[in-house]
């Protein structure tokens, strides 16, 4: 296993559009968490899920966005009807319960560009 | 809520130490973690303490935890170019459930 997989790397869209994000946890891993980051900043919380079970979001995540973890292994992030402002990278971490130090590991993220 | 403050800014000479400092204000947190991010990728972490500790060590990196005044540094040894990027504080609760990130602090090693 070569670590947590995002895709696609960057995205161009126009403003109004929906776009769709995945990323492939590493594959031990029970937890599965989304971040958003803009320039200087670190990342900001989203969303967490515990194998399918998506047991926490953050009151960020308007309604336009919507993540799923329909297996508990895989998990996307949708954002409906795209704004300027949603422009930043979207960044996954995965992380397991079996460990007592809860250490995340970061996938390389996913740059939205909206125009 | 909780908080994570860290200097946005540190330049060393090459072969120097560096320190980076972080404050935190959630007195449940239980572990803290230090990050790096290079240009364009995804976090890499590079150490992690418990907050019963005070101390830890590895290789070049010294991490240093004041439960009291909430104060977190990493200490980096002999400091090289490729330690040039922007280091990140994040904490988190006992369950590992929230984890709050820093600003960052960019690394500038100046040769």
């Known amino acids: 296993d070569t670590g947590v997989s995002q895709d696609p790397r960057h995205k161009i869209t126009k403003r109004g559009q929906n776009v769709t994000f995945r990323c492939d946890p590493i594959s031990e891993h029970n937890r599965l968490y989304w971040y958003r980051q803009t320039l200087g900043q670190g990342p900001e919380f989203l969303t967490y899920?515990?194998?399918?079970?998506?047991?926490?979001k953050s009151r960020l995540l308007s309604d336009r966005f919507s993540a799923e973890r329909p297996k508990g292994s895989f998990s996307t992030l949708e954002i409906q009807r795209t704004e300027q402002g949603d422009s930043a990278m979207y960044l996954c971490a995965s992380s397991t319960t079996g460990t007592d130090s809860y250490e995340q590991y970061f996938g390389p993220g996913t740059r939205l560009t909206v125009t | 809520g909780e908080d994570v403050e860290q200097s946005l800014f540190l330049s060393v000479r090459e072969g120097d130490s560096s320190v980076i400092n972080c404050t935190y204000t959630d007195s449940s947190s239980t572990y803290l973690y230090w990050y790096k991010q290079e240009p364009g990728a995804g976090l890499q972490l590079l150490t992690y303490i418990f907050s019963n500790m005070d101390m830890k060590q590895d290789q070049r990196l010294t991490v240093l935890l004041n439960k009291k005044d909430k104060h977190l540094s990493l200490r980096i040894a002999d400091t090289q170019t490729g330690d040039s990027a922007i280091y990140f504080c994040a904490e988190t609760d006992p369950q590992g459930q929230n984890f709050v990130f820093g600003p960052g602090t960019r690394l500038s090693v100046l040769p």
């Open positions: 899920f515990q194998n399918e079970a998506q047991l926490e």
